[in-house]
């Protein structure tokens, strides 16, 4: 998807050791699925923009912390992480 709407390098960056580029707003929209940001505003009581503003500063960071050895992991471990990560939020 971010190759399609041109973003193509912006997640490699999160992905790679070093700088991390941000995204902006605007493009968190036009990159999630609509239903998926819709979710996210329905379960938070945000506004769309103060969501994707929200998500433009985090992604980044998340990216960058499932992949701790600048590599996509395994879908298996990849889910493993996920599922840790919510579980972290929810204490």
């Given at each position: 998807m971010f190759q399609h709407k041109g973003l193509r390098?912006?997640?490699?960056?999160?992905?790679?050791?070093?700088?991390?580029?941000?995204?902006?707003?605007?493009?968190?929209?036009?990159?999630?699925?609509?239903?998926?940001?819709?979710?996210?505003?329905?379960?938070?009581?945000?506004?769309?923009?103060?969501?994707?503003?929200a998500l433009s500063q985090m992604l980044p960071s998340v990216v960058d912390k499932l992949t701790p050895n600048g590599e996509v992991p395994e879908a298996g471990a990849l889910s493993r992480m996920m599922k840790g990560l919510a579980a972290g939020q929810a204490s």
């Open positions: 390098g912006l997640p490699s960056s999160w992905i790679a050791h070093g700088q991390h580029r941000p995204i902006p707003g605007e493009a968190v929209k036009s990159v999630l699925h609509c239903d998926a940001l819709q979710s996210i505003v329905a379960k938070t009581g945000l506004d769309t923009g103060q969501v994707a503003a």
